[in-house]
């Protein structure tokens, strides 16, 4: 296994407001983002996110490219594996908002699916 894989939000994007869930029109959106890091999970000890140029990011995004991540992985894989190293105190209160409002909505459809039966 190697030991770190390194993605740079900005170099991605090409945009220093970073939005949009899909990238359904060839440019890239948080869609990309996730599937770059689940396409690396198992490759690498570490995932390091970097968001040097990166401004403000749309909460779309961040629940795309973070938040869903958790429909696959526990939040203690999450944070035992994905490292935001350059990442300000903007960037990790976007960053827990989004995984906090799909953990709820993870519950949430859990809680239907046990009730439906």
């Known amino acids: 296994m190697e030991q ?15 939005s949009g869930r899909t990238s359904e029109d060839g440019s890239p959106a948080g869609d990309t983002i996730r599937k770059l890091i689940l396409d690396n999970w198992d490759k690498y000890e570490k995932v390091s996110v970097y968001f040097d140029g990166v401004m403000q990011m749309t909460r779309p995004f961040c629940d795309e490219a973070f938040g869903k991540i958790m429909e696959e992985h526990s939040l203690e894989e999450f944070n035992d594996k994905i490292h935001f190293p350059d990442s300000n105190d903007r960037i990790v209160k976007q960053l827990n ?19 439906a039966g």
Do not use: G, T, W
């Not at 993605?7 to 220093?16: C, K, N, T």
């Open 4 to 18: 770190e894989f390194k993605l740079s939000v900005y170099e991605i994007m090409q945009d220093p407001n970073p």
């Open 97 to 115: 908002d989004a995984i906090k409002i799909r953990m709820k909505i993870i519950k949430s459809k859990k809680e239907r699916e046990d009730l």
